[in-house]
């Protein structure tokens, strides 16, 4: 049966007050929270779609368009929190709104409603992820629809599209390319047929990438092997200065390893003045030695994720020379994967790592 014309009417005024409400929250949410304002750009995006002439209303496209549209980030993953009204956060939204928040010393708040949100008074909403494995996404490869609980394997697996390397890549082909090339493409490969001098050299240049992970690896065996050796699990609680215009730093209570007194302190982006404002985020550290020594204390330490952590940290070893007069270390790098690792981090309300110290003894 036909839908009446009342029926339309009142279906495109709605679209329609959809649209101007959206794009009047993404303008003014934009400099407060700029995944907010495209969530709110992609619903007016959706609203036009709907008044659109000619184009799909199918139910599960307008469904897609509702749940992957509600913070605004592209929807990369199916776990959904939900605040006290019933509002909608993936979990990408979720941490970042809690990581803008601790950067601007604000309490975080639903872009829809304001209300309070934390990863106490949120919780999964697990139908909704259900719904969602179920929507239809598209191949980034083939652009054929899948649902999005096949979407993974389909992309690894099964995709004719999918982008491939040849099996000689470990004599050093470099073809990347559609899997349904790969046969024609390894049946004319060149490196097979290569003389051993050219393999020679294409490999040593592989090998000198492969020393540099095992120079790491066989750095901690050795560290390992040392006499004095401590290790703690350290606390980095959140503070500000006492600056006019406040930056958030991280320091941690006194600990006890190696018979000395230590701290350590971070800071984000290096204490740049608007944090918030980057989309890449990253965390510096530095060592503090706290009590007095009468000699030169030669050390090497890391830092490494905790046992209830799930962040991803590659270990790195730095090394400081402490004396009573230069007892800190220069800010370095803590070696996290990317930005979204770093938001996982300020979204929690501490962060807790483990950190390994070895002494150098001549």
């Known amino acids: 049966m036909a839908p009446k014309p009342g029926v339309e009417w009142n279906t495109a005024l709605s679209h329609l007050v959809l649209g101007v409400v959206s794009l009047h929250a993404a303008a003014s949410t934009a400099q407060a929270s ?4 495209a969530g709110f750009l992609l619903q007016v995006l959706a609203a036009a779609t709907m008044l659109a002439p000619g184009l799909s209303t199918h139910e599960d496209c307008l469904a897609g368009a509702w749940v992957a549209t509600v913070i605004g980030l592209p929807l990369l993953a199916f776990d959904f929190h939900w605040c006290t009204n019933g509002h909608l956060m993936c979990a990408g939204c979720f941490i970042h709104l809690l990581a803008d928040a601790r950067l601007k010393e604000e309490q975080a708040t639903c872009p829809n409603c304001r209300c309070e949100i934390s990863k106490s008074l949120c919780c999964r909403n697990l139908a909704v992820e259900k719904a969602v494995s179920e929507l239809p996404s598209e191949c ?3 652009l054929r629809q899948f649902p999005r609980s096949l979407l993974e394997r389909h992309q690894k697996e099964e995709c004719q599209d999918r982008v491939t390397q040849c099996k000689y890549k470990r ?3 470099p073809w990347h390319g559609p899997f349904h ?7 004319a490969c060149a490196h097979p047929t290569k003389t051993g001098n050219e393999l020679m050299e294409i490999l040593d240049e592989m090998d000198q990438s492969h020393r540099k992970e095992m120079q790491l690896y066989n750095s901690i065996f050795s560290l ?15 503070y500000r200065t006492d600056d006019f215009i406040t930056r958030l730093y991280y320091e941690t209570p006194r600990f006890t390893v190696l018979n000395q007194t230590w701290v350590l302190k971070a800071r984000v982006n290096d204490s740049e003045r608007n944090p918030n404002l980057s989309c890449k985020r990253t965390l510096s550290f530095q060592l503090l030695l706290k009590s007095k ?14 046992p209830y952590d799930d962040v991803r940290i590659s270990p790195v070893i730095y090394h400081f020379v402490f004396t009573n007069e230069s007892n800190e270390t220069d800010y370095v790098p803590l070696p996290i994967i990317d930005s979204v690792e770093c938001n996982k981090l300020l979204a929690a309300k501490n962060i807790n790592l483990r950190l390994f110290l ?5």
């Not at 090339?181 to 049946?187: G, K, R, S």
């Not at 070895?358 to 001549?362: D, G, V």
């Open 293 to 306: 020594v009468t000699a030169p204390l030669e050390c090497s330490f890391l830092l490494l994720k905790g």
């Open 171 to 173: 004599i050093g082909c």
């Open 34 to 37: 700029r995944g907010a304002a």
């Open 181 to 187: 090339e790969l046969t024609v493409h390894e049946a």
């Open 358 to 362: 070895f002494q150098i003894q001549k």
């Open 224 to 238: 390992l092997s040392f006499e004095k050796i401590g290790y703690t699990e350290v606390q980095f609680r959140p």
């Open 140 to 142: 980034g490869f083939c």
